[in-house]
C-alpha cells in the first residue's frame, strides 16, 4: 500500500509526472497495471486545480516582481509549445500530454490549455486522455525494459 501511494504522489509532481512514477513502482515491486493505475490518477489529481486556479495564482504572483518575471518565461513557454494546439486544438492537446518526453505531460497540457484559453469541458478530457495514452506507453516501455534485463 505504501509502494501505491507514493507511486500516487510521485506522478503528481511536475516534471516527473507518471514518466518516473511508474517505473518507479514496477521497480518498488508493483503490477505494472497498479503502477499505471496509481500513476494516471495522481498525474490527474492537480488538473481540475491547475486549470481551475492558474489565472489566479498568476495574477497573485505578478506583485511580485522576481516572480512576475518567471511567470512571463511561464506563459511565454507555454505560447511555444502550444502553437501545435492551437492549430489542432483538441487533439494538439491530447499528443502534446500524450508524448512521454520531458516538457510534455499533464502540468504543461493544464498550463497550455489555460494560456490558450480552451475551456475545461474541452482541455479536462483532452489532458486526460493524453494521460491515459502516456501511461500505457510507459507501462509498455517499462515492462518491455523490466523484461530484457529480466
Not at 505504501?2 to 511536475?14: E, G, R, S
Request: hydrophobic share 55%.
Amino acid at each position: 500500500m505504501k509502494t501505491l501511494l507514493l507511486t500516487f504522489f510521485m506522478a503528481m509532481v511536475p516534471v516527473v509526472e507518471l514518466r518516473g512514477a511508474i517505473p518507479f513502482g514496477v521497480a518498488a515491486g508493483l503490477h505494472p497495471l497498479a503502477a499505471m493505475g496509481a500513476a494516471i490518477l495522481g498525474n490527474l489529481f492537480p488538473v481540475p486545480l491547475i486549470l481551475l486556479l492558474l489565472r489566479h495564482v498568476f495574477r497573485w504572483l505578478r506583485h511580485f516582481p522576481r516572480l512576475s518575471t518567471l511567470i512571463d518565461q511561464l506563459e511565454r513557454r507555454a505560447h511555444l509549445k502550444g502553437r501545435k494546439v492551437r492549430k489542432y486544438r483538441t487533439l494538439g492537446l491530447v499528443l502534446l500530454v500524450a508524448v512521454p518526453l520531458p516538457g510534455t505531460g499533464a502540468w504543461t497540457g493544464a498550463l497550455v490549455a489555460d494560456v490558450l484559453d480552451i475551456r475545461m469541458r474541452t482541455a479536462l478530457p483532452a489532458v486526460t486522455l493524453g494521460v491515459v495514452i502516456a501511461g500505457v506507453m510507459v507501462t509498455a516501455m517499462t515492462c518491455g525494459v523490466a523484461g530484457m534485463i529480466g
